[in-house]
């Protein structure tokens, strides 16, 4: 049975919970046992939902998540805004700024090209990106993707659309380890200490 036209509330749960990142079947079966059996948590986990789904919205600038027009980092004096690292999601800025070591600003391209999943350029926020390097003084647009044939492909298309910018990339440090949620905040400095320049 399809579990979204289920009338078993805890069918619907469990269905909606699997849809999460990082929860498989099983867990998001034992969570939706847990928060039936457990009415105050269930309660404050819908407050939090609600809360977070009315108040968080999108930066006008970087597109960080934050509660006003612009994020944190974006209001603040002590960034330079002629440093840009791109980033492919939210998450991203979090474990980079956990690390310490980059003042600059961010940009959130929300996806990287793959046309295999049907993303295309005009689905990053490329042309965003453009338009804030001619808004601001940017020296340099420093790409902080996970390695891959797809993160490549649009790193390749945003430095060729960004002529007279440095473009530099994450050293291998980082590349070799994979993800950056998995990368400890030395790797992350060392990878932004050595990060290299994108040749066209
Ligand atoms: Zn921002």
Redesign the pocket.
């Known amino acids: 049975m399809d579990p979204l036209n289920s009338n078993q509330p805890l069918d619907r749960l469990a269905y909606e919970l699997s849809k999460l990142p990082g929860i498989g079947i099983k867990a998001s079966k034992r969570l939706a046992i847990f928060l039936a059996s457990h009415k105050q948590h269930a309660d404050y986990l819908t407050k939090a939902l609600i809360d977070a789904k009315e108040k968080i919205c999108e ?6 998540l ?1 509660t006003d027009p ?6 603040s004096a002590k960034r330079q805004n002629s440093m840009i690292c791109v980033v492919e999601k939210p998450s991203d800025v979090n474990y980079i700024e956990e690390g310490g070591v980059f003042r600059g ?2 940009h959130i391209l929300g996806a990287i090209i793959s046309p295999l999943d049907g993303i295309r350029a005009e689905d990053c926020r490329i042309q965003e990106l453009i338009t804030r390097t001619k808004k601001d003084t940017v020296f340099e647009i420093i790409f902080a993707l996970n390695p891959s044939i797809e993160s490549a492909t649009t790193i390749n298309l945003i430095s060729s659309l960004l002529p007279g910018i440095k473009c530099t990339q994450l050293a291998s440090g980082l590349a070799a380890g994979g993800m950056i949620e998995f990368t400890d905040t030395r790797t992350i400095y060392h990878a932004f200490q050595n990060r290299t320049e994108i040749r066209q």
């Open positions: 930066c006008k600038n970087c597109f960080q934050t612009l994020c944190s980092i974006c209001r600003h961010y």
